[in-house]
């Protein structure tokens, strides 16, 4: 079975509406002159961003690139389609690859552009997704509809430290990845459905990032007192920092 929403070989830098009627196989359409503000749909900073060199705009997405911190790398050897495919740049939370949880509800605190949860729609689940930035969840419903999983996620400004504030579940699934308030998140657990999990990832202590950081006897004892039980805890790193990643599940 072929993924939901592949990855991407190839940049696409023309505008919308040429890509649309010549689709580049393998190619995700960003118009040169959208990069800046859908910085959202690359890939991790530092990686090279293979760019179809289809007419002048290539020049351009090279140029915007590399001021956003990418290599850009023109590419000559590439072929049209009749078959468009919402191919994507961007990439889910390493957590959720693979998923081991059939299709549910979930709700996605902290959505920020929404590439977790549109990750999740696209792959059957039903996805709410919560931000106290006004601007973020503009971006996400956008995303969502480029994706073409509008029906499926639903989209929130809500602040994750006003319970009152947020939708009620019960759900499958928690994601808070990279939010400042993880404890406000573990304490979401009664949001869950007897067996629903949290996936939680959050700066570690050392981390050079504003706000509360973790390690993994935080996370562990607040999950206790929340209900939760640990499935997994562990460290890693994400955007150059280190982080604390663990998956919670209530009894």
């Known amino acids: 079975m072929e993924p939901a929403l592949p990855q991407a070989r190839l940049l696409d830098p023309r505008p919308e509406e040429e890509a649309a009627s010549a689709p580049i196989a ?8 959208q990069l800046r503000e859908r910085r959202h749909e690359l890939p991790p ?23 956003m911190g990418y290599r850009g ?7 049209y389609t009749e078959q468009p495919k919402p191919w994507r740049l961007w990439e889910p939370n390493p957590m959720l690859q693979p998923l081991p949880m059939p299709p549910g509800e979930a709700l996605d605190l902290g959505c920020g552009s929404g590439r977790d949860a549109v990750w999740l729609a696209a792959h059957g689940w039903r ?11 503009g971006m996400a419903e956008r995303l969502a509809e480029r994706y073409g999983v509008s029906e499926a996620a639903r989209w929130q400004v809500a602040d994750l430290r006003r319970p009152d504030s947020l939708p009620d579940g019960p759900f499958d699934l928690l994601l808070a990845f990279l939010c400042r308030h993880w404890r406000a998140a573990v304490a979401l657990a009664d949001r869950l459905k007897p ?19 973790a390690d993994p006897r935080d996370v562990l004892q607040a999950a206790e007192a929340a209900g939760l039980w640990p499935e997994a805890v562990e460290t890693g790193e994400r955007q150059g920092s280190p982080t604390v990643r663990a998956v919670l599940r209530r009894a």
Not at 73 to 79: A, H, Y
Not at 127 to 137: F, K, N, R, S, Y
């Open 26 to 33: 393998e190619a995700a359409n960003i118009p040169a002159d």
């Open 45 to 67: 900073r530092g990686r090279t961003v293979l760019v179809a060199r289809a007419d002048p705009a290539a020049d351009e997405a090279i140029a915007q690139l590399a001021r």
């Open 73 to 79: 790398s023109s590419v000559d050897d590439w072929d």
């Open 127 to 137: 996805v709410t997704g919560v931000d106290i930035l006004p601007e973020a969840i």
């Open 195 to 213: 067996g629903g999990r949290l996936f939680l990832e959050a700066f570690a202590e050392g981390a050079r990032r504003p706000g509360v950081t």
